[in-house]
């Protein structure tokens, strides 16, 4: 019989699926389940996906290849989708969708299946990979195709002696993988509700983490994270492997309730939807390797490469990993990060973590050109010169267009953004009409820096 390979949680709608497929398409499931991270109970998944009907139960260790070809990367391109999401559910996608192939190329599968619903991001990631990698294999998505209600779930599953576990009635949807977690549903669709504590699994509160056992305040951690060429390979002046660096931080981090973010986010399918996540690991990291940029890229390689994380975030969350586009930024990223080497230290207190030095042998930080104490040998004269071409621009066209206006009382308004001939400021009836007409500087104090 022709060969499906199924992405198998485990849950209740990829055990349905089991034998939906089966009854729907007259295929064998072959399921795979595939670790990034998400601490379960594998052989027991396995061993229900076979009760249920799979011909074939795989499970893959995805972690390493996780951390090094789309954590890391996210991290050195510094993509947070919209400033908030550090994009864990995001970057597992086109993993996981790479490994579904892989296996329906060995299986010799003519079909994948994965239980994403018709309204999220998901279903547009794997999809969009999936063809991309393998345009002959069909995708069949369960969730998407039936028109089942979870209690409908339920009784199928009971129907067909499906073993499911649907003791807990949590409201929520979680996904979770090394990088980070995310909930959704429940109270959270209300945006102006406070997430309850209930939804958070990896983080303490913030609030109450003060106190250990609610008696003893807990003192701040002092931590030092190593990077090479912007990756973390140390922590505390020991050298760690990703996965293991990563989940050490995820502890910690998330004992002083770092790493909770609440955000409405714009789906690509057009909705608006909020999410809760927990990203210890992500939040430290992030924060710890924008501190080592600010002291080893010039400004402008920083400036630039904020544009290109901008769209890097973007096309991660769209599900564009496997495009021409990703491949000519990560060049860019790449390129940016040969000298993005040395520690950075932070300090972890309750709810933030904080940069508090950093050391590189690649700094561009230079003591002798920054201080203003002795020794400073920045050349004060060089800054007059400077500051007459920078500025002759704006003198030159201030003389030609601007100045005259001042005359008509206009320049200083419209520089501040508050006047002009459309403003309407003839209607102004206040004691103040025209701020700042002569001398606009006059209380200005001179300011170090
Ligand atoms: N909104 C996130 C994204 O699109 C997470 C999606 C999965 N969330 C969940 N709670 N199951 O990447």
């Known amino acids: 019989m022709p060969t499906v390979v199924l992405a198998y949680s485990g849950g209740l709608d990829t055990s ?24 379960r109970d594998l052989p027991a998944i396995a061993a229900r996906a076979k ?34 999401y550090p994009l864990a559910t995001a970057l597992a996608r086109p993993l996981i969708a790479r490994l579904l192939v892989e296996v329906a190329r060995a299986e010799g599968a003519i079909a994948v299946a994965h239980g994403c619903t018709g309204k999220g991001n ?6 969009v990979s999936i063809n991309t990698l393998a345009p ?41 993988n090394l990088w980070g977690r995310s909930v959704e549903c429940g109270i959270l669709e209300d945006p102006w509700a406070e997430p309850p504590e209930e939804v958070y699994a990896w983080t303490s509160n913030p609030d109450l983490s003060k106190h250990n056992n609610g008696s003893q305040p807990q003192e701040p951690s002092y931590i030092e994270i190593t990077f ?14 990703g996965v293991a660096l990563i989940e050490t931080l995820n502890k910690l981090a998330g004992s002083y309730g770092i790493g909770r973010i609440d955000h409405i986010e714009n789906r690509l399918v057009g ?12 939040v430290v990291l992030h924060n710890a390797h924008r501190s080592l940029e600010s002291m080893t890229l010039s400004r402008d390689q920083a400036r630039f490469k904020e544009v290109v994380a901008a769209e890097y975030s973007r096309l991660i969350y769209d599900g564009q990993w496997y495009s021409a586009l990703h491949q000519d930024l990560a060049a860019y990223v790449r390129s940016t990060q040969r000298f993005v080497s040395g520690v950075v230290r932070m300090k972890l207190t309750h709810g933030h973590c904080i940069v508090v030095g950093r050391k590189s042998e690649h700094s561009l930080y230079n003591h002798s050109l920054a201080t203003y104490d002795s020794g400073d040998q920045f050349d004060h004269n060089a800054a007059l010169g ?24 206009q320049f200083a308004e419209r520089a501040c953004g508050v006047g002009g001939r459309n403003s309407g400021e003839g209607d102004h009836k206040g004691p103040h009409p025209t701020p700042h007409r002569s001398r606009p500087y006059k209380d200005t104090k001179v300011a170090k820096g």
Do not use: C
Not at 122 to 127: A, E, I, M, N, S
Not at 148 to 162: G, K, L, Q, V
Not at 271 to 282: D, G, T
């Open 16 to 39: 349905v699926a089991i034998r939906w497929i089966k009854e729907q398409y007259n295929l064998d499931v072959i399921t795979v389940t595939i670790d990034v991270g998400n601490a």
């Open 122 to 127: 998901d279903q547009v990631r794997f999809d």
């Open 136 to 176: 002959d294999l069909k995708i069949i998505a369960p969730v998407r195709e039936w028109s089942m209600t979870r209690d409908h779930e339920i009784a199928y599953a009971t129907e067909h002696h499906i073993p499911i576990q649907v003791t807990n009635a949590s409201p929520y949807s979680v996904d979770q």
């Open 386 to 409: 400077f500051i007459k071409l920078w500025g002759l621009p704006l003198t030159t066209q201030a003389q030609v267009q601007l100045l005259p206006e001042l005359g008509r009382g």
């Open 271 to 282: 909705i608006k939807s909020r999410e809760v996540y927990e990203a210890p690991s992500a």
């Open 51 to 84: 009760s249920i009907g799979a011909v074939k139960a795989l499970i893959v260790d995805g972690r390493t290849d996780f951390v090094r070809y789309f954590v890391w990367p996210a991290l050195q391109a510094g993509a947070i989708y919209e400033g908030e």
């Open 228 to 241: 090479q060429q912007g990756i973390p390979v140390g922590l505390n002046g020991e050298e760690m492997d």
